[in-house]
């Protein structure tokens, strides 16, 4: 009998690897990464298709002046060999910098994965002055993850365009200078690295992190267990876009506290009657906590001065979990078992 099942238990895993769908991309070919994804968006057009893998080795996947590649598939799987050695780039012209015009990638689709590899948008930021917007990650769909992700670039480097998404990030990289993780939706950020860049090219200036506009009842962009890594410029964690924007800082490790100034949020930039901008157990490198016991940041919204306070009780802070921001959804789940089979199919593959 136990010979039985595991003889049934071969066959079945058998034929799950042999039933998924896996593209590997010809090493180092962006337009061999191209036409993957092009097969993948039709093969994947459906809602209910099985998830589909395309496997992308260790190399430069340069696609020039190309913007704009569209996933619009659902349950698709960009599996790169590794996240410091696969690196998908364009480099817009910087005369077409803009938001909505220069991502390396744009989402359409729902439930859609990516591991191991880097996007970088090469656009030439500090010729755009003042403005350099060139967007890695332009997600307009929903339950996106990134598994060791890292985003290259300066303004809006991440660009959440849904009000109603969900995505989730974990362990991964996120560079910039200006707004440069903004945008709209529920997004969780578990112990990411998060690097602010170089302002300008003398480094003056000030950065800000992250730009949120959130639903009426969402709950933005939540930072846990982030580290932060300041090059030159000083910074704020967050200002207003618009909506009802919230943006909580979790068990955040400072690099540098210093260069965080001393308002912690930008309250130039919270210029929305409604905001929800908070901290939590913020720590320096060694460890020691430096989160002020009160910061109440005062700003004007439509005529009017109003005063917040950002530090969170610890009965406050409890309420930020994953399964109370994304519920029915498990991103830890999906990500587990995605994991899983990407390591059978890097093994698969490298035989």
Same mark, same amino acid.
């Given at each position: ?35 993957? *994804?092009?097969? #993948? ?10 998830? @589909?893998?395309?496997?992308?080795? $260790? !190399? ?120 440069? *993780?903004?945008? #709209? ?10 690097? @602010?860049?170089?302002?300008?090219? $003398? !480094? ?148």
């Amino acid at each position: 009998m136990k010979r039985f099942i595991l003889f049934s238990l071969v066959i079945w895993i058998s034929l799950t690897m042999q039933s998924q769908q896996v593209i590997e991309v010809k090493k180092g070919d962006a337009q061999s990464l191209l036409a993957a *994804i092009r097969q #993948a968006n039709t093969t994947n057009a459906d809602m209910t298709a099985e998830r @589909t893998y395309i496997f992308i080795p $260790d !190399g430069l996947y340069d696609l020039g002046e190309t913007v704009l590649t569209q996933i619009t598939g659902h349950h698709i799987a960009l599996i790169g060999e590794s996240m410091r050695g696969t690196i998908i780039r364009n480099a817009p012209d910087y005369r077409n910098e803009g938001i909505g015009k220069t991502a390396v990638l744009q989402n359409h689709g729902t439930g859609n994965y990516f591991q191991d590899l880097t996007l970088e948008n090469a656009l030439d930021y500090y010729v755009c002055r003042p403005a350099g917007r060139a967007v890695t990650l332009h997600d307009k769909g929903t339950q996106t993850i990134c598994n060791r992700v890292c985003l290259l670039s300066h303004q809006d480097t991440y660009y959440a365009d849904n009000l109603d998404c969900q995505h989730y990030f974990q362990n991964s990289e996120i560079h910039g200078t200006v707004d440069f *993780i903004c945008g #709209a939706g529920d997004v969780w950020f578990e112990q990411c690295r998060i690097v @602010t860049e170089k302002r300008t090219e $003398d !480094g003056s200036g000030r950065n800000v992190i992250a730009a949120p506009r959130t639903a009426e009842n969402g709950w933005g962009f939540v930072f846990n267990h982030c580290t932060i890594e300041n090059r030159v410029s000083e910074f704020t964690y967050a200002r207003a876009w618009h909506t009802a924007p919230r943006c909580t800082w979790l068990h955040t490790t400072l690099l540098t506290p210093e260069k965080l100034q001393p308002t912690r949020f930008d309250e130039q930039g919270l210029r929305t009657a409604e905001l929800d901008f908070k901290e939590y157990r913020t720590v320096d490198a060694g460890g020691r906590d430096v989160t002020p016991q009160s910061n109440i940041v005062t700003f004007t919204a439509k005529g009017k001065s109003k005063a917040s306070e950002t530090i969170l009780s610890e009965r406050q802070a409890k309420q930020f979990t994953r399964q109370n921001v994304f519920k029915p959804w498990n991103p830890v789940k999906v990500l587990k078992q995605a994991e899983r089979e990407s390591r059978k199919l890097k093994k698969r593959l490298h035989r």
